[in-house]
T-cell receptor, first 115, second 114 residues
Framework: AQSVTQLDSQVPVFEEAPVELRCNYS??????LFWYVQYPNQGLQLLLK??????LVKGINGFEAEFNKSQTSFHLRKPSVHISDTAEYFC?????????????FGEGTQLTVNP | DSGVTQTPKHLITATGQRVTLRCSPR?????VYWYQQSLDQGLQFLIQYYNGEERAKGNILERFSAQQFPDLHSELNLSSLELGDSALYFC?????????????FGPGTRLTVT
């Protein structure tokens, strides 16, 4: 069975500082990895995804993530955050070969950007 | 705007009642997923339909059921509601099934059971 662990439930940072949101996964087969963002009172929006190929994935709003198979990690990074990045971020995994296209989500990380 | 619509946005009902949540997928998407987001359980996959047929089941209670209609919209039926069913219910859609298709999420229906 697949699972996702987001290592930090809350991450406070100052505006223009870099940030890293950590995600570890476990799965017995090849996986696809995703980061979603949820702004208050809204649905989930896809930030980026790793399917195959280059381990460094670039997404929207200046975010990027690095897939590390040996460490089973998929950490999300942004070099300089804005107030508008304040939101909850979810890491998700899909091992569609065994579990179909369902997404298994982590517990979420609340990113709060302070002025 | 993801193109996925969900109605109603908010629903308040009493324990023991039954409600129906509705989802319209993005134009062209054949697959619909239902997820539940609650404080204690987080985001959990409930069920998936593809072109009218059930394709995968997750942690969905027996009191809950769903279906996808010929026009591809889907409904999630929740019956004998309990306080613990209070949650945000998301619908997502994707083009296909069995591959890494991107899922587009609707804005959710917030269910409050009193």
């Amino acid at each position: 069975a697949q699972s996702v662990t987001q290592l930090d439930s809350q991450v406070p940072v100052f505006e223009e500082a870099p940030v890293e949101l950590r995600c570890n996964y476990s799965s017995s087969v090849s996986v696809y990895l995703f980061w979603y963002v949820q702004y208050p009172n809204q649905g989930l929006q896809l930030l980026l995804k790793y399917l195959s190929g280059s381990t460094l994935v670039k997404g929207i709003n200046g975010f990027e993530a690095e897939f590390n198979k040996s460490q089973t990690s998929f950490h999300l990074r942004k070099p300089s955050v804005h107030i508008s990045d304040t939101a909850e971020y979810f890491c998700a995994v899909s091992d569609w070969e065994t579990s179909g296209s369902r997404l298994t989500f982590g517990e979420g990380t609340q990113l709060t950007v302070n002025p | 705007d993801s193109g996925v619509t969900q109605t109603p946005k908010h629903l308040i009902t009493a324990t023991g009642q039954r409600v129906t949540l509705r989802c319209s997928p993005r134009s062209g998407d054949l697959s619909v997923y239902w997820y539940q987001q609650s404080l204690d359980q987080g985001l959990q996959f409930l069920i998936q339909y593809y072109n009218g047929e059930e394709r995968a089941k997750g942690n969905i209670l027996e009191r809950f059921s769903a279906q996808q209609f010929p026009d591809l919209h889907s409904e999630l039926n929740l019956s004998s509601l309990e306080l613990g069913d209070s949650a945000l219910y998301f619908c997502a859609s994707s083009v296909g099934v069995g591959g890494p298709y991107e899922q587009y999420f609707g804005p959710g229906t917030r269910l409050t059971v009193t």
